[in-house]
Each structure stands twice: as structure tokens, then as C-alpha cells.
């Protein structure tokens, strides 16, 4: 079974940045898509990035240009850099796995990491 375990939230003052990571247990990291998710107090999680197997990434639009998520399979391990921050991306941080193929459905998430922006 696929554990995943985040780090790396914290308090941080608008305009300053954060590095969030997610170690992945198991042998399906490199075939797998990773993406991180977000949940303010209040609101649905959403959708944040995402980097499929290939490194290929997409981004929400609220957060393009001031993020960047990457992976490192002998790690096994994706992070998010988090540049610029706002007031507005205060939520719990959550990153999870998916694997698909014709044999296996995996989806496991992140208990997730808390970032608060403020002053």
C-alpha cells in the first residue's frame, strides 16, 4: 500500500515563499501522476498542480506563474514551491497519487500540510 506524507507548511508573510514536499512509500511512484490540492477554511478543496509521470505539469489559474511543482522519482518525491504567496492561498495543503492501468485503479492522499499567509 501507497503512503504519502507531507511537509514543509508553515506561517509565511505575503510576498514570501514556501517549499512543499510529499515522500511517496512503494514502487508505483515513477509510474505515477501526483497532484496537489488545496482547502481554505470553508471552501472546496481544489485543484492546485499536477505533473503526470513524464514531468509534463499543469496549473490552476490562480496559481500560474507563482508556482512550480516538480518530482523527483529517486526519491520519490513531488514538491511544490510556492513563490509569492497571498492571503488567498491560506488552506491545508494535499497531495495525492493516482496510478491507472489496465489492471489497477491506486488513488491514495496526503493527510495534508497547513499554510497559513499573513502578516
Known amino acids: 500500500q501507497v503512503q504519502l506524507v507531507e511537509s514543509g507548511g508553515g506561517l509565511v508573510q505575503p510576498g514570501g515563499s514556501l517549499r512543499l514536499s510529499c515522500a511517496a512509500s512503494g514502487s508505483r511512484f515513477r509510474f505515477a501522476s501526483m497532484a496537489w490540492h488545496r482547502q481554505a477554511p470553508g471552501k472546496e478543496r481544489e485543484l492546485v498542480a499536477t505533473?503526470?509521470?513524464?514531468?509534463?505539469?499543469d496549473y490552476a489559474d490562480s496559481v500560474k506563474g507563482r508556482f512550480t511543482v516538480s518530482r523527483d522519482n529517486a526519491k520519490t518525491t513531488v514538491y511544490l514551491q510556492m513563490n509569492s504567496l497571498k492571503p488567498g492561498d491560506t488552506a491545508v495543503y494535499y497531495c495525492k497519487i493516482t496510478v491507472v492501468n489496465p489492471t489497477e485503479f491506486l488513488e491514495v492522499w496526503g493527510q495534508g500540510t497547513l499554510v497559513t499567509v499573513s502578516s
Open positions: 505533473i503526470n509521470s513524464g514531468g509534463g505539469t
